[in-house]
């Protein structure tokens, strides 16, 4: 049997130690064909790789968006507070922190690279390659 949607609950606690490791799992899961999530009390916690991630226009909150491999090129956030095209998000600088859904469908891509969302558990979604 192959899982292609994993979740992970608990994962985000008293260890920093053990959420870095949890986070660095989740690219693990994804550079494995399948798609991990961290679910806490009130974020999701997600890998999008060489792909595009849509949320619903229902979606209310903040999203966080960071690279997770050391540059994220053609990094395109559409329909959010504050849009971005075409840009690299570096590992060491946190351009994506805090941004806000705005009613609208919302489209976050990244060309080449990793970056990591953290969003509402309330949001609704779709990942296509």
């Not at 660095?24 to 999701?44: F, P, S």
């Not at 990094?75 to 095209?85: G, N």
């Given at each position: 049997?192959?899982?292609?949607?994993?979740?992970?609950?608990?994962?985000?606690?008293?260890?920093?130690?053990?959420?870095?490791?949890?986070?660095?799992?989740?690219?693990?899961?994804?550079?494995?064909?399948?798609?991990?999530?961290?679910?806490?009390?009130?974020?999701?916690?997600?890998?999008?790789?060489?792909?595009?991630?849509?949320?619903?226009?229902?979606?209310?909150?903040?999203?966080?968006?960071?690279?997770?491999?050391?540059?994220?090129?053609?990094?395109?956030?559409?329909?959010?507070?504050?849009?971005?095209?075409?840009?690299?998000?570096?590992?060491?600088?946190?351009?994506?922190?805090?941004?806000?859904?705005?009613?609208?469908?919302?489209?976050?891509?990244?060309?080449?690279?990793?970056?990591?969302?953290v969003f509402p558990t309330t949001a609704?979604?779709?990942?296509?390659?």
């Amino acid at each position: 049997m192959v899982f292609k949607k994993i979740k992970i609950y608990g994962a985000l606690g008293v260890r920093i130690d053990h959420s870095i490791a949890n986070l660095q799992i989740l690219r693990y899961i994804k550079q494995n064909n399948a798609q991990g999530y961290i679910v806490g009390m009130n974020e999701v916690i997600t890998v999008v790789e060489n792909e595009k991630i849509i949320f619903d226009e229902s979606c209310t909150g903040t999203i966080s968006i960071f690279a997770l491999s050391k540059q994220a090129f053609g990094v395109d956030l559409e329909q959010l507070k504050y849009e971005i095209r075409t840009k690299t998000f570096e590992y060491s600088f946190p351009i994506g922190v805090s941004n806000e859904f705005t009613g609208k469908e919302a489209k976050i891509s990244v060309k080449d690279g990793s970056l990591i969302l953290v969003f509402p558990t309330t949001a609704d979604f779709i990942i296509k390659n």
